[in-house]
Nanobody, 125 residues
Framework: QIQLVESGGGLVQPGGSLRLSCATSGFTLDNYAIAWFRQVPGKKREGVSC??????NTFYADSVKGRFTISRDKNTVYLQMNNLKPEDTAVYYC????????????????????WGQGTQVTVSS
């Protein structure tokens, strides 16, 4: 059974940093892609970053390029978030797909089959 468990969210001041973790189990991560999405109440969920574990290729939304870094260590995928802004406030979810993702599809929710429960990130002074 595929399981994804996010952690690491919290309250941080603008300009601060957080590292989110997505602990995975029940499948071989090498064959899957993992993406981070985020959602604000009343708004559509948006893709933030994705790692294609078959070759390590990564994808980022324009809004987070240069500030966020996705990485993997064994069965956990991390999202290092630096220089956080109030507009980064959201619930962050990790999700996984067996499909081969490319730039055009990395942030299509329909591609992703399994999701974690989410972790809240609040950026506020």
């Amino acid at each position: 059974q595929i399981q994804l468990v996010e952690s690491g969210g919290g309250l941080v001041q603008p300009g601060g940093s957080l590292r989110l973790s997505c602990a995975t189990s029940g499948f071989t991560l090498d064959n899957y892609a993992i993406a981070w999405f985020r959602q604000v109440p009343g708004k559509k969920r948006e893709g933030v970053s994705c790692i294609r574990n078959s070759d390590g290729n990564t994808f980022y939304a324009d809004s987070v390029k240069g500030r966020f870094t996705i990485s993997r260590d064994k069965n956990t995928v991390y999202l290092q978030m630096n220089n956080l802004k109030p507009e980064d406030t959201a619930v962050y979810y990790c999700a996984t797909t067996f499909a081969i993702v490319v730039a055009a599809t990395a942030f299509n929710e329909i591609e992703y089959d399994d999701w974690g429960q989410g972790t809240q990130v609040t950026v506020s002074s």
